[in-house]
């Protein structure tokens, strides 16, 4: 089983910057061969993707966040990054981090999330 925990939420003003941590874990578990993503969601909206990252590292990005978020990757530390700047109020959201196994979806995972939460 992956577990997946996130870190790096929290309050910062409009234009700020904030980057999320998602590290992984799991007895049987090769993190290089998921497809990672995070997604985010605000109240009273739906879960929405915000970025992934696939295991060779082509990215992709919500029309809402490009040239603003970067989605990374260190396998080696079984973590993904989410580097957010210029960040806008609109931003304001619990963000999770996503586990694809790109052959058995029993094996995907999604974290607890961490708030971010965008204010003057």
């Known amino acids: 089983q992956v577990q997946l925990v996130e870190s790096g939420g929290g309050l910062v003003q409009p234009g700020g910057s904030l980057r999320l941590s998602c590290t992984a874990s799991?007895?049987?578990?090769?993190?290089?061969?998921?497809?990672m993503a995070w997604y985010r969601q605000a109240p009273g909206n739906q879960r929405e993707l915000v970025a992934r990252?696939?295991?060779?590292?082509?990215?992709e990005n919500a029309d809402s966040v490009k040239g603003r978020f970067t989605i990374s990757r260190d396998n080696a530390k079984k973590t993904v990054f989410l580097q957010m700047n210029s960040l806008k109020p609109e931003d304001t959201a619990v963000y999770y981090c996503?586990?694809?196994?790109?052959?058995?979806?029993?094996?995907?995972?999604w974290g607890q999330g961490t708030l971010v939460t965008v204010s003057s």
């Open positions: 990252i696939t295991s060779g590292g082509s990215t």
């Open positions: 996503n586990a694809d196994h790109p052959y058995h979806d029993d094996l995907d995972a």
């Open positions: 799991g007895s049987i578990f090769v993190f290089s061969i998921y497809y």
